[in-house]
């Protein structure tokens, strides 16, 4: 009976002076990366900033004029304010995840060929549904040249 009454006090000394001791804010954990900051990864910089046109199985290959490379990690979700986390930094390969808030979220890995060829495998999440392919991403040129071509 003895040993009950102790370890009742020593669960209960804790517990007390737990109560009686002000609370204090617990500081919420930093993102890993926030969206404004930039991000540096290996094979990412290796990639040409210009015109490249993006080829997916099943449809029509698409041109986009990429400024900052970054932005072939987020080729299903093109908005901005989306959080990435970095999983794989590699010199030929990298692969991020990122969320964008009531947009979904995707995994994408970034082989580079060659400075102006690369692979890109993207999966996860957008428009509530399921997406998953592969892409064949090469430069074209410059984009200035590429726009006043087309018009």
Same mark, same amino acid.
């Given at each position: 009976?003895?040993?009950? &009454?102790?370890?009742?006090?020593?669960?209960?000394?804790?517990?007390?002076?737990?109560?009686?001791?002000?609370?204090?804010?617990?500081?919420?954990?930093?993102?890993?990366?926030?969206?404004?900051?930039?991000?540096?990864?290996?094979?990412?910089?290796?990639?040409?900033?210009?015109?490249?046109?993006?080829?997916?199985?099943?449809?029509?290959?698409?041109?986009?004029? #990429?400024?900052?490379?970054?932005?072939?990690?987020?080729?299903?979700?093109?908005?901005?304010?989306?959080?990435?986390?970095?999983?794989?930094?590699?010199?030929?390969?990298?692969?991020?995840?990122?969320?964008?808030?009531?947009?979904?979220?995707?995994?994408?890995?970034? &082989?580079?060929?060659?400075?102006?060829?690369?692979?890109?495998?993207?999966?996860?999440?957008?428009?509530?549904?399921?997406?998953?392919?592969? #892409?064949?991403?090469?430069?074209?040129?410059?984009?200035?040249?590429?726009?006043?071509?087309?018009?």
């Amino acid at each position: 009976m003895a040993l009950v &009454r102790r370890l009742k006090l020593l669960l209960l000394v804790p517990i007390a002076s737990q109560l009686s001791a002000a609370p204090t804010a617990t500081p919420a954990p930093a993102p890993s990366s926030p969206p404004s900051a930039p991000m540096s990864l290996a094979a990412l910089k290796q990639l040409e900033a210009g015109m490249w046109q993006l080829d997916i199985k099943g449809r029509a290959p698409r041109q986009v004029c #990429v400024s900052d490379p970054m932005t072939l990690v987020q080729i299903e979700h093109e908005q901005p304010g989306c959080s990435r986390f970095v999983i794989a930094n590699e010199p030929k390969s990298s692969t991020v995840h990122y969320s964008c808030e009531r947009a979904g979220w995707g995994r994408t890995t970034v &082989r580079v060929e060659t400075p102006r060829a690369a692979t890109i495998q993207t999966q996860g999440i957008a428009r509530n549904a399921p997406f998953d392919y592969s #892409v064949q991403a090469k430069r074209l040129g410059a984009c200035g040249a590429q726009l006043s071509a087309r018009r």
